[in-house]
């Protein structure tokens, strides 16, 4: 059964950094793109940012691009989500995702509120 924990999300100032990472269980890790996504109430969950299984590609969304930095260790299975530089836009619950040979998966999530 594959499980994506979540953690590393809560309450920040706007420039401040946080950390996310998603503990993956259950599957081939390193044959695995990861990435994140989010959401807010009433919209779309949207792109965060990817990363394929060996690591060497990375994408991410206009809005987060040059802030935010997707990573993955593949001794302990997880994937991380450094953001720096957080704006209040940037509020939303953060959703760790997998997908091993075209099936998707999605962790629980974890809120990140952005406010003074």
């Known amino acids: 059964q594959v499980h994506l924990v979540e953690s590393g999300g809560g309450l920040v100032q706007p420039g401040g950094s946080l950390r996310l990472s998603c503990a993956a269980s259950?599957?081939?890790?390193?044959?695995?793109?990861m990435g994140w996504y989010r959401q807010t109430p009433g919209k779309e969950r949207e792109l965060v940012a990817t990363i394929s299984g060996g690591g060497t590609t990375a994408n991410y969304a206009d809005s987060v691009k040059g802030r935010f930095t997707i990573s993955r260790d593949g001794a302990v299975n997880t994937v991380a989500l450094q953001m720096n530089s957080l704006k209040s836009e940037d509020t939303a619950v953060y959703f760790c995702?997998?997908?091993?040979?075209?099936?998707?998966?999605w962790g629980q999530g974890t809120q990140v509120t952005v406010s003074s």
């Open positions: 259950g599957i081939l890790f390193r044959l695995s793109a």
């Open positions: 995702y997998a997908n091993q040979y075209g099936h998707v998966y």
